[in-house]
């Protein structure tokens, strides 16, 4: 069965740095784009970032431009996050879903970070 | 910046039709845009309805249908049934590879 889990969630200080991580099986993961996007506290879904299949493509929102990075590990089915300087505003619960024509076709159950001194 | 617009709010009785709505605050939504819509309950990982504007995800009843209402993507939903009362987001994609949700629309079944 198709599954995404994500992990490294917690509490962190502003200004700090975490990593989320999303693990991937039951489907070819190297043949799929991949997102995060997360969603604040009684707030709605914001898109967060995109990495192309093969990794070599990476787009980020405006409000995480300069301080995240997405990035990949095929042959270990595995999507990171890498959030630095990071602020209350990115309190949230972080998701991982892959990609399916500009939408999404799988989703993880979700991590949550709280930013807070 | 381009904000994607939806209803905040929408009830409907059990058994009858709504229509959610996602538009932009400048300009007009085309097919091209890729519309997404996704149901969401609290404490719960979003769900995909539908993608590329009108492709039901496996699993979605016909009951939930997409399409391109002017200049707007909406998502229909006939035979509304209690378990519909969520959360509905639609997602665009905005330029190469960027995509932004809509604020959300709360539906209530009444």
């Known amino acids: 069965q198709a599954q995404l889990v994500e992990s490294g969630g917690g509490l962190v200080q502003p200004g700090g740095s975490l990593r989320l991580s999303c693990v991937a099986s039951?489907?070819?993961?190297?043949?799929?784009?991949m997102h995060w996007v997360r969603q604040a506290p009684g707030k709605g879904l914001e898109w967060v970032a995109f990495i192309r299949s093969d990794g070599k493509k990476q787009y980020y929102a405006d409000s995480v431009k300069g301080r995240f990075t997405i990035s990949r590990d095929n042959s270990k089915n595995t999507l990171f996050l890498q959030m630095n300087s990071l602020r209350v505003e990115d309190t949230a619960v972080y998701y991982c879903g892959s990609d399916q024509l500009w939408s999404f076709e799988r989703w993880g159950q979700g991590t949550l970070v709280t930013v807070s001194s | 910046q381009t904000v994607v617009t939806q209803e905040p709010s929408l009830s409907v009785s059990p058994g009858g039709t709504v229509t959610l709505t996602c538009g932009l605050s400048s300009g007009s939504v085309y097919s091209s845009y890729n519309p997404s819509w996704y149901q969401q309950t609290p404490g719960q990982a979003p769900r995909t309805l539908i993608y590329k504007t009108d492709i039901r995800s496996a699993g979605v009843p016909d009951r939930f249908s997409g399409y391109i209402l002017g200049n707007k993507a909406a998502l229909t939903i006939t035979g509304v049934q209690a378990q519909d009362e969520s959360d509905y987001y639609c997602?665009?994609?905005?330029?190469?590879?960027?995509?932004?949700f809509g604020g959300g629309t709360k539906l209530t079944v009444l």
């Open positions: 039951g489907f070819s993961f190297g043949r799929y784009g």
């Open positions: 997602l665009l994609c905005l330029d190469t590879d960027i995509r932004v």
